[in-house]
Every structure is written in C-alpha cells, then in structure tokens.
Nanobody, 121 residues
Framework: EMRLVESGGGSVQAGGSLRLSCTAS????????MAWYRQVPGGECELVST????????YYTDSVRGRFTISQDNAKNTVYLQMDSLKPNDTGVYYC??????????????WGQGTQVTVSS
C-alpha cells in the first residue's frame, strides 16, 4: 500500500519551532514535486509550501515565507517542513501530498492522517 505518513507536530508557544516529517511507504520519492498543506481551525485548507527537487525550486505561501523551510531527503524517502518563529495562526493540521494531487480539492476522506500543530500565544 502506498502511503505518506506525517509526523512531528505538537504544541508550542509562539516563537517556537517544529520540524514536520512526511515519510513515504510502499513507493519511492523521486523527482515528483511534493507539497505541504494545512487545514486551519474553521476548515479552510491551504497550500503552505512545495518543493521540486528536479529543478531545485521551492514555493512558500506569503504568510510563512522566511519562517518555514521545505526540504526533501530521497535517501530517507522523506519530505520535511522546518517551521520557525511559529505564530498562533500557524495552528492547524498539516498534510503532505504530491503537489500535482492538489490535496485541498480532494474529499477529506482521501487525505492522510496529518499531524496537528498548535501554537499558543
């Protein structure tokens, strides 16, 4: 079974850091662009960041640019999201998926388990 498993979430105070991991099982990450998404309280789903190892490009939504860093380690079959200077509005459940899959357009029943991030002020 092909799966992406998210981990690394937790509860931190504003200004703190977390590193999220997304590990693939049942298949091998290659050059397929990957993405992190989040669902914030209230239900809105948004694209947070993407990475394309084939051309070395990354994307960050405006609200996280300069604070978050996406990376990918194919030897570990894992995509990471380093989150620094966390703010309360970063609170949400974080998911990873292939960028082309456009997670936010899919029924939630098709999403992975996600990992909860809670930032308190």
């Amino acid at each position: 079974e092909m799966r992406l498993v998210e981990s690394g979430g937790g509860s931190v105070q504003a200004g703190g850091s977390l590193r999220l991991s997304c590990t693939a099982s049942g298949f091998t990450l290659t050059t397929e662009p990957m993405a992190w998404y989040r669902q914030v309280p209230g239900g809105e789903c948004e694209l947070v960041s993407t990475i394309s190892v084939s051309d070395g490009t990354t994307y960050y939504t405006d609200s996280v640019r300069g604070r978050f860093t996406i990376s990918q380690d194919n030897a570990k079959n894992t995509v990471y999201l380093q989150m620094d200077s966390l703010k309360p509005n970063d609170t949400g459940v974080y998911y990873c998926a292939a960028s082309a899959w456009q997670l936010c357009t899919r029924p939630k029943s098709m999403w992975g388990q996600g990992t909860q991030v809670t930032v308190s002020s």
